[in-house]
């Protein structure tokens, strides 16, 4: 298997909906391959099945040539792939520090800092983390909010949270569910130059993203699906040019 977080002939069935029908898509690193689709299309099934949360009925995905289907959401975090959910999904009493650390907890071996806990090893270890969660913050702009609680940020800035939250879990691979759903033009332009960024490090990024321009600035590539399959995948222009995308994504 290649580079690159690589998901191939993903199949995923509820009940009689067959959600994805042999989906195939490849991530690389330091470039944001975008996802589009009507509602109901089967983004964030495709999400919730390389992340674990979805068991798939065929398929396999692999992060630089490492086999990872099947696997739970926190081992699958740990191989480097991080996500966010389309409905953000943080308690709302937390401080975004401890939001943001929580990626880790998530990541790092945690039965064995919890079988280590109040160790040197484990309390290097934390600091370490820590360390790396500030770091995180100071460049998405979110240190001086520290200590605000996520459910009083505004949704823009709880989006970037949620970024920062994947980034300090150590991910190569970001996967993104309709980020910019409900933000701002200001709210938007600023993900997406944290978007860029990121991408800029040399990390992976899924992007699911409705808006057409938001696409055309971001991503290097778009994969197009309708009812659980890819419609076609290519650079924004040339998908954008397409017949089927136009008549089925864009209505016309
Ligand atoms: P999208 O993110 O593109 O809007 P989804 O992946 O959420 O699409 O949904 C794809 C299809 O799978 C839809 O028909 C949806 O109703 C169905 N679906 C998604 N999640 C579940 C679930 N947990 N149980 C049953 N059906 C589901
Ligand atoms: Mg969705």
């Not at 960024?197 to 938001?214: P, Q, S």
């Not at 290097?220 to 650079?235: D, H």
């Amino acid at each position: 298997m290649s580079g690159g977080l690589v998901a191939k002939g993903m199949e995923v069935s509820f009940g009689g909906v067959r959600a994805l029908r042999g989906v195939d898509i490849v991530v690389s690193p330091g470039a944001v391959m975008g996802l589009i689709g009507r509602n109901g299309s089967g983004k964030s099934t495709l999400f919730n099945c390389i992340t674990g949360f979805v068991r798939p009925s065929g398929g396999r995905v692999s992060v630089d040539g490492k086999d990872i289907t099947g696997m739970r959401p926190h081992q699958v975090v740990a191989k480097g792939v991080g996500r966010t959910f389309q409905t953000p999904r943080l308690e709302a009493r937390t401080s975004v520090l401890t939001a943001v650390t929580c990626g880790l907890y998530a990541s790092v071996r945690s039965s064995l800092v919890g079988a280590l806990f109040g160790s040197p090893w484990a309390m290097r270890e934390e600091r370490l983390l820590r360390e790396r969660a500030e770091a995180e913050m100071e460049r998405l702009g979110l240190a001086h909010l520290r200590h605000v609680e996520v459910g009083k940020l505004s949704l823009g800035l709880l989006r970037l949270v949620e970024v920062a939250r994947c980034l300090v879990s150590g991910a190569r691979f970001i996967m993104l569910d309709e980020p910019a759903a409900g933000l701002t033009s200001v709210e938007k332009d600023r993900l997406a130059t944290e978007v860029r960024a990121v991408a800029a490090r040399g990390l992976g990024v899924l992007l699911v993203e409705h808006n057409i321009d938001m696409v055309r600035q971001l991503c290097r590539s778009v994969a197009v699906l309708e009812t659980g399959n890819v419609l076609c995948q290519g650079t924004p222009d040339e998908v954008l040019r397409n017949d089927d995308v136009i008549r089925s994504y864009l209505g016309a």
